[in-house]
């Protein structure tokens, strides 16, 4: 059974930064771009970013860009983002998932984990 393990997330002020971690499990996803996503209270889910299956090449949503980070590390099956410069806008619950473009390949998703940025 295929497994994505988000986690890092937490309360952080404006400014600070985090680290957040998707570890995959049951299956290898080293062959597939992915994506994290987040969605806030309210609103629709949202692509944050997407690495190749390489790591050579990411996109960005424009209003993370300059601030979070996306990297792979295929020899763990684990994918991060690092946020920097967090704003209060940021707060969400993120996910993880390998992506086409910005579409869930596998149609479900994680726990996810909660950032929660206070002004």
């Known amino acids: 059974q295929v497994q994505l393990v988000e986690s890092g997330g937490g309360l952080v002020q404006a400014g600070g930064s985090l680290r957040l971690s998707c570890a995959a499990s049951?299956?290898?996803?080293?062959?597939?771009?992915m994506g994290w996503f987040r969605q806030a209270p309210g609103k629709e889910r949202e692509s944050v970013a997407r690495i190749s299956w390489s790591g050579g090449t990411t996109y960005y949503a424009d209003s993370v860009k300059g601030r979070f980070t996306i990297s792979r590390d295929n020899a763990k099956n684990t994918v991060y983002l690092q946020m920097n410069n967090l704003k209060p806008e940021d707060t969400a619950v993120y996910y993880c998932?390998?992506?086409?473009?910005?579409?869930?390949?596998?149609?479900?998703w994680g726990q996810g984990t909660q950032v929660t940025v206070s002004s």
């Open positions: 998932a390998p992506v086409l473009g910005t579409q869930n390949l596998l149609g479900s």
């Open positions: 049951g299956r290898t996803f080293t062959r597939y771009a």
